[in-house]
């Protein structure tokens, strides 16, 4: 009996649609869950006929691989990947593969990577995006972990994957232990950036403007024909064309609170971590986190009434200014993104292909974009540069949407409209460009009430001094220096 080239572990709706991809790409695959009747029902229906092996115990999953051994894991992160590597490792042989396809988290992806190494196996954390139609039909994929399993695994994933259109694959090796995860939770943290700004910029559009959801979604699909061409821009129009059950806009239907599992928040943390400027991702976390707190906000509304200024503009100027306001503010939030991937690559001594990441993030990804070339383009013309905004076209892009982005941002604080996302990165714009900032105050503040000391304009960087401000009342020792 012919055994499977790999087998798959997890088949809810990512893990069933990337077996059948699989599959319809001619390769055998040996399915197993752990829940009673989900391998039969899937056997029974989808891939009855098809060149699945069904297992119902991780001994039989095991049994009917080739070797070496090829397992992915498609299960939620978390304790139940921990589990099932312990009860993996000691029914593989040497050099067999464990693949993580899910939403790990990237430390817990560098300890696996270890623990597995350690015990003869190798390991691949793969960030997978793209929801459920990408693992059918082709998602971005973003492999790390031991780069041994790499070329085992390399046919397998870049043939499943998403192509660009000259045919390249959008899944390539990222780096070691936990590259990967760390790369696709940088891809989620910018996904969260990207649709908070299109949430901003549709707000505005019915709040501020007054318009309806069928001239929204013409906005919209005018938008996605030029520079803001991308998944989600398309799937926003689509959504304002969809109906409810008594022909209002569905949309209008729909709770205001936003859900999130956490990878917006480990991009957050880890940009702290890193003492990263991710202002405008940071921004996308708390909106939502604001969202959730429905019934307090209903309540504070019948309290709190603020001024607002109505608009009076010219309409049409005023939807041009908003797209070039979202683009320019879309440019800040990925140089963001890649800062801290830069900053990450260091401290964890990866070899990151910048250039790649962004053509692996070009097609099949949530976040898929025409924009996405460009980084490509930026990075090929100098892969060292400092930030995406110092690169010619994006900088272009930056100054001939400063004057709209200004204009956007002012009508909708005028309004009483929220708009952390565009007003976050207008002024992460702002703040890097500006050669003085006002941190010189901050520095003395620190040094009147804790002695922490500060650097001169006039001397070397370096140098520390501390000023007695109290005049001797305190005394004049300073604090040793040191930044968390």
Known sequence: MKKADIGMIGMAVMGENL?????????TVAVYDVWDGVVDKFMDGRGKGKNFIPTHSFEELIDNLEKPRVVMMMIRAGSPVDETIDKLL????????IIDGGNSHFPDTQRR???VED????????????????????????????????????????DICAKVDDGTPCCDWVGEDGAGHFVKMVHNGIEYGDMQLIC??????????GMTADEMHEVFADWNKGELDSYLISITADILTRKDEDGSPLVDKILDTAGQKGTGKWTGITALDEGVALTLIGEAVFARCLSAIKEERV????????????????????????????YASKIVSYAQGYNLMRSAAKTYNWNLNYGGIALMWRGGCIIRSVFLGKIKEAFDKNPDITNLMLDDYFKTALENAEESWRRVCAAGMLAGVP????????????????????ANLL??????FGAHTYERIDAERGKFFHTDWNNGEVGDTASTQYNV
């Open 113 to 115: 990577c270890k623990k």
């Open 200 to 209: 901003e910029a549709y707000q505005i559009m019915r709040d501020v403007l």
């Open 443 to 448: 520095q003395a503040q620190r040094d009147y």
């Open 119 to 158: 015990a003869g196996m190798l390991y691949i954390g793969t960030g997978v995006s793209g929801g459920a139609e990408g693992a059918f039909i082709g998602p971005s994929m973003m492999p790390g972990g031991s780069h041994t399993a790499w070329e085992r695994v390399k046919p397998i994933l870049q």
């Open 299 to 326: 309540a504070a509304s019948k309290v709190i009434k603020g001024h607002t200024t109505p608009f009076a503009g010219d309409k049409a100027q005023f939807i041009a200014d908003l797209k070039n306001a979202l």
């Open 419 to 438: 708009m952390p996302a565009m007003t976050s990165a207008l002024s992460y714009f702002d703040g890097y460009r500006c050669e003085r900032l006002p």
């Open 90 to 97: 000691p029914i593989l042989d040497k050099g067999d593969i």
């Open 19 to 27: 077996s059948m991809n699989m599959e319809r790409h001619g390769y």
